[in-house]
């Protein structure tokens, strides 16, 4: 038989569109194929009757038997009479040797790459869930997105711009969203910002990469949160930055160790609205020290802005860009969570002298971002539509923030306590139980509930064991549902 999570796995993986063009059976069979291959279902295990399965995948038995037959053709099923298909009992299949077969492909990818190139893929990169499920987090609400009124602009953008969108558009971003963003982070960040330090990238992840590489060599030091941001710690150290940890605590970094520290130290990165994972706001002493610290050391800040459109508790802080009169800021802001992430667009406003060299530096990465997608969110800001949807947005986020954090009070409270944040689309809680973060963590995911341990976001990997939860994207039943899953989930696995 299949778990819940295993059998959702198989459905989700029918219902992904990007499967949309395989047979049933084929899909089924790879579903099957990625459980094995994953170690979710080990050597020996059961799996269901044809005729059962094909009843809760609502397909008919041939599907499920043609897929049984393929993975029973590639031996990944061993399937005997009169007691059902099985896992094959293959030395390959054990987690272990897959392991060794992963530190294998590791160590013989070596010789073929770069220091650079090797660091790079050592990293693991950041994967990002293809079909969130919760807490996943950093994930906004995409089903309410207004998707008619998103294609009806980008309908006009077609007919005023014609074939001229279909060219190639300045690396710097087109003139009119550039000049829609500065007029955003100077009205709602506090920004001192102008159309032509802007420069449209397709994330923060891109823009974080290429700070990385344009402003340092390897070996600059630079400090960065501890805990902090696995997308930025791993762009800096595939770089190979040595990047040195400062603890945060609820007024965000710590900077007497950065003020008192005579080494030469090349910037500091932040994500001063909400840190990440913490949730805690840089104060505003803190941001003014180092911007007078960055100004005299000749050092950058690199400010990672990714969530501050979500703001529930009081105002939300100006960037440190707009209060930086030494332009040693530089402002990374993103549309993945204030938008949809499969847009692709971020930007970065910039000190003057970094302008050029930046737009040049990623002509050599992807020449531009693409250019009607710029246009039709141009369309958006312009027409006050991307106002009007973070003003949605946040009151639906403010809501299910409040739920979670009731929720975990309810059925959590003898396993965590929650720390509430003020903005952000997800909350870390920390564990006050006698299980280890890896087992709460293992044991979420058995029952489909995904967490993102709070330890290894730490530098030494030791911190105080907790996870973050991602709430946005869930309403308030499938939060209800989720949380009644993993108190279940933690029950259990306290014995
Ligand atoms: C702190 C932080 N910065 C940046 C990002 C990534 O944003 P983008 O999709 O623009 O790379 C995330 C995504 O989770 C994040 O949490």
Redesign the pocket.
Known sequence: MFRHSQLESVKASLAHPAHAAMPLHARIQRAIRQLILDGTLGPGKPLPASRALARSLGVSRDTVESAYARLHAESFIERRVGSGSFVAEMPEFTPGHRRSMRDALLRNQAPNLSRRGNAMFRSGG?S?MLLPRPFA???PETRSFPLALWERLERQVLKEAGTQALLHGDPQGTPALRRAIADYVNLERGARATADRVLVL???????TLCANMLFDPGDRIIIEDPA?Y??RKAFDAAGLDCVPVRVDRQGIVIEQIMDDPRPTKAVFL?PSHQ?PTGATLSLDRRLALIEWASRNQAWIIE?D??SEFHYAGKPTACVQGLDPYDRTIY?G????SLF?GL???YVVLPPQLVKPMAVARTLLDGHTASIAQLTLARFMEGGHFGAHVRTMRGVYSRRLGVLAELVRTHLSEFVEPRVPVGGLQMPCVLICDLSERVAIDAARRVGVELLGLSALHADGDGRPGFLMGFAAYTPDELEVAVRKLAKALRTATG
């Open positions: 950041v990002e987090h950093g994930v397709t994330s923060s992840q891109q823009a974080m941001y997308g930025a994500t990440f990672d990714y969530d990374i993103t549309f993945t969570k992430p692709r667009i971020g």
